[in-house]
Nanobody
Framework: VQLQAFGGGLVQPGDSLRLSCAASSTSLSNFAMGWFRQAPGKEREFVAVIRWSGRSTYYGDFVKGRFTISRDSAKNTVSLQMNNLQLGDTAIYYC???????????????????WGQGTLVTVSS
């Protein structure tokens, strides 16, 4: 599974940004899809995950309703809508795919077998 994340950029605090992740040559219909982020000098952090059906989602504690993960089966994409961005959201954001039909009670990077290259989100005033 080859994934490509895009949509990052430079925004100001309070702004919104929408990240997308596309897969080439592989249908994502059986994969739970997730987003992670990694800030400079910090470990990779879980952001959100969505079930292959789109019916279940799970978020990292820090999200607090600001982010929404969604998927478009027809376009074979997964998106992360980020609202009210803060300085602490600055990071490289990665999309990831788990193994087919795998769903966990708690998520970490080890639950995902396929990763995109990341897209940089910079929040700065």
């Amino acid at each position: 599974v080859q994934l490509q994340a895009f949509g990052g950029g430079l925004v100001q605090p309070g702004d919104s940004l929408r990240l997308s992740c596309a897969a080439s040559s592989t249908s994502l219909s059986n994969f739970a899809m997730g987003w992670f982020r990694q800030a400079p000098g910090k470990e990779r952090e879980f952001v959100a995950v969505i079930r292959w059906s789109g019916r279940s989602t799970y978020y990292g504690d820090f999200v607090k309703g600001r982010f929404t993960i969604s998927r478009d089966s027809a376009k074979n994409t997964v998106s992360l809508q980020m609202n009210n961005l803060q300085l602490g959201d600055t990071a490289i954001y990665y999309c990831a795919a788990s193994t087919p039909l795998y769903w966990a009670n708690a998520w970490s990077a080890s639950d995902f077998g396929f990763w995109g290259q990341g897209t940089l989100v910079t929040v700065s005033s």
